[in-house]
C-alpha cells in the first residue's frame, strides 16, 4: 500500500487566497483526520471523519475552514480566504475500524507545508 | 483522556537502550497507552500501544506498571534513525465516538548521539 497520500507536499500563497489541501487514505481505512503543526501550538486536531461523516471539528479555527470527503479514497481541507497565520504544516491521517475493542492505530501521511505571505 | 507528563528532552548512546518514561497518573481503566513519534519533516508514526500488559513488536517494548500511573518506552537498541520527537499518549479505545481522536502533548526529543 502506497499509504496515506496527500498533496500537493508545499504551498505557498498569498493572504487572501483560496488554498485547498488533499487527502487520500490507505484503502479500506474508516476514520480519517486532519491535524495542523505549528511551533507554537505543536500537533493539533483540526477534524475527523468516520465513514465519509465529519464526527468532530471542534478543532476547526474558525469560519474560514471547512473539510469534506465526498467519498471514501479522498478528503479536502479548504481555506478561504487564507491569512499568515495559518501557515503550518497539515497532516492527514488514517485508521482502520476498531478491532476487539482496542484502539486503532493512525497512519500518517507526509504533509503539506503551507506559506501564507 | 488522561494527561501525560513526559520529560522534554533525553539523549542515549547509538547502541544502547533508549528508555523514555511517561507519567499518567490519572489514567482510567478503559483508556490504553499509545507511543507515536515524529522524525523531523516527516508525519508521526505508530509504535506500540498497550492496555495493562507489558507489549513489544519489532519496534519497541512498552511496559506498564501495575498501577497503570506511568509507562516507559523502550528502545533496544537505539541508533541515529531513532532521533525524534516521541509522544505518549492515553486515550479511551472504543467505538465510533469522539473518543477516538487523539491529543498530542509536547512529547520528549530523544537524540541518539553516535
Known amino acids: 500500500d502506497a499509504g496515506v497520500i496527500q498533496s500537493p507536499r508545499h504551498e505557498v500563497t498569498e493572504m487572501g487566497q483560496e488554498v485547498t489541501l488533499r487527502c487520500k487514505p490507505i484503502?479500506?481505512?474508516?476514520?480519517l483526520f486532519w491535524y495542523r503543526q505549528t511551533m507554537m501550538r505543536g500537533l493539533e486536531l483540526l477534524i475527523y471523519f468516520n465513514n465519509n461523516v465529519p464526527i468532530d471539528d471542534s478543532g476547526m479555527p474558525e469560519d474560514r475552514f471547512s473539510a469534506k470527503m465526498p467519498n471514501a479514497s479522498f478528503s479536502t481541507l479548504k481555506i478561504q480566504p487564507s491569512e499568515p497565520r495559518d501557515s503550518a504544516v497539515y497532516f492527514c491521517a488514517s485508521s482502520p475500524r476498531l478491532s476487539r475493542g482496542e484502539g486503532n492505530e493512525q497512519y500518517f501521511g507526509p504533509g503539506t507545508r503551507l506559506t501564507v505571505t | 483522556d488522561a494527561k501525560t507528563t513526559q520529560p522534554p528532552s533525553m539523549d542515549c548512546a547509538e547502541g544502547r537502550a533508549a528508555n523514555l518514561p511517561c507519567n499518567h497518573s490519572?489514567?482510567?481503566?478503559?483508556?490504553?497507552v499509545y507511543w507515536y513519534r515524529q522524525i523531523h519533516s516527516q508525519g508521526p508514526q505508530y509504535i506500540i500501544h498497550g492496555l495493562k500488559n507489558n507489549e513489544t513488536n519489532e519496534m519497541a517494548s512498552l511496559i506498564i506498571t501495575e498501577d497503570r500511573k506511568s509507562s516507559t518506552l523502550i528502545l533496544p537498541h537505539a541508533t541515529l534513525r531513532d532521533t525524534a520527537v516521541y509522544y505518549c499518549i492515553v486515550r479511551v479505545a472504543s467505538g465510533y465516538s469522539s473518543a477516538s481522536k487523539i491529543i498530542f502533548g509536547s512529547g520528549t526529543r530523544l537524540s541518539i548521539r553516535p
Open positions: 490519572t489514567i482510567s481503566g478503559n483508556e490504553y
Open positions: 484503502s479500506g481505512h474508516d476514520y
